[in-house]
């Protein structure tokens, strides 16, 4: 799908849409509890259904209301075939728990998600009693079962192989620790994993090298919990604002443990400096809409520590450049990160989404300062903002779908 799209007269007030990064992680705990659990969902995306899909082959029945989930768990499966969608934290999330229920799994894997790294999960999955398929291979299979002992991880590989483990490792009849090596980056999310498992009766202690895990646990549901609104999805609504829009967006927590949160001081420290150096390594997913940002500013923005971002839908650090620089802006990549030079003469262009959701919602923000703006493959914002188009237009901003 290829849209045009204008945001020069952006204003008015949006709820605030699901965090697809809390909804994931109520599903999973709400599917392995011993009795059923409503979640409070008000909105779906293509990677919250992904989660859905896969707990409902392998744990539990899910329905779903349009404003909540009633999840009832069953006994599970002894071999399931899942499909994950693009949604890494989907597969990250579940191939640990499968391996601690012995499920013998196959894992069906799209877009670019057979080539995001699973190293070094899957070596601690194999060395505690697992076997997995190849790298690249797809679908990806798992079978054997998950042993407790000493975990050790790199903290800044990926937060979702972290909260993977946390979520596994309770179900093993004896004691585990989770190690982790070096700086722990995207801290935030296995922060709101350590809340859901708390939620569901879960314990961990968090340790100087890392984590604790008591086997034996057993997940409770609480009866009904809500999914809090989401920062990543708002950050665009707030770089808006940050380019001259006037945007609300409700039903945000102030107290939120998602990092994402952090837009707002980012977004203030930019426009105080006129620019600046920006380590995104603890939000790495601001990347693009950051990079929009750094061109309502008179200076140079430097953005660092998101090597990561070359393994998601697209290669993030690529892709943003490029999105930067058909609207008229400078953009240089380094290897953990970004160049940006603002003030310049921006005009509108031709965006390709490159399949990837954020790189699409950015654009759009973009065009509150550089006016139209084209979108090949605009329909990529399904899978974590289905509705976004539609918002969009609701604030006054226009929206041509070409096809």
């Excluded at 999310?189 to 890392?210: C, H, K, N, Q």
């Excluded at 550089?370 to 929206?399: H, M, N």
């Amino acid at each position: 799908m290829t849209v045009t799209i204008n945001g020069k007269n952006l204003h008015g007030k949006i709820p605030a849409v699901p965090s697809k990064s809390m909804a994931h992680r109520l599903l999973i705990c709400a599917a392995l509890a011993g009795e059923p659990t409503t979640i409070g969902c008000s909105a779906l995306s293509e990677d919250i259904e992904a989660t859905r899909r896969c707990l409902e082959a392998a744990f539990a029945d899910i329905s779903y209301t349009g404003d909540s989930f009633a999840v009832t768990p069953r006994e599970h499966s002894g071999a399931v075939e899942v499909d994950c969608g693009e949604s890494g934290s989907t597969l990250r999330f579940l191939l640990p728990i499968f391996g601690a229920r012995g499920i013998r799994g196959t894992l069906q894997l799209r877009g670019r998600l057979p080539e995001r790294p699973l190293s070094p999960l899957r070596e601690e999955l194999v060395r505690h009693g697992c076997t997995l398929s190849a790298q690249g291979e797809n679908p990806l299979t798992i079978s054997g079962v998950l042993c407790p002992g000493r975990y050790t991880l790199r903290g800044d590989v990926s937060s979702q192989f972290i909260s993977g483990l946390l979520f596994a490792l309770p179900l093993c009849e004896k004691d585990s620790t989770l190690c982790l090596t070096g700086k722990m980056e995207s801290a935030a999310y296995v922060d709101m994993t350590l809340w859901a498992l708390e939620a569901f009766g879960i314990s961990v202690t968090r340790m100087a090298e890392g984590f604790f895990v008591p086997g034996g646990q057993r997940y409770r549901s609480p009866g009904r919990i809500d999914t809090e609104g989401d920062w990543s999805a708002a950050a665009f609504w707030k770089v808006c604002n940050f380019l001259g829009a006037s945007v609300e967006v409700t039903g945000l927590w102030e107290d939120s443990l998602q990092g994402d949160r952090a837009i707002c001081d980012i977004l203030e420290g930019l426009r105080a400096a006129g620019g600046g150096k920006i380590d995104v390594s603890g939000v790495p997913d601001l990347v693009p809409v950051l990079s929009v940002a750094a061109l309502g500013v008179p200076g140079e923005t430097v953005i660092c520590g998101a090597a990561r971002l070359r393994y998601k839908e697209s290669d993030r650090l690529a892709t943003s450049a490029a999105l930067v620089r058909a609207l008229g802006g400078q953009a240089k990549e380094r290897e953990d990160g970004l160049i940006l030079r603002g003030g310049g003469n921006l005009h509108g262009g031709v965006v390709d989404a490159a399949g990837d959701h954020r790189i699409a919602m950015s654009a759009a923000v973009a065009s509150v300062l550089c006016g139209d703006v084209t979108i090949t493959g605009a329909q990529a914002v399904a899978k974590s903002y289905p509705a976004f188009w539609e918002d969009f237009a609701a604030l006054g901003g226009t929206v041509n779908y070409i096809d």
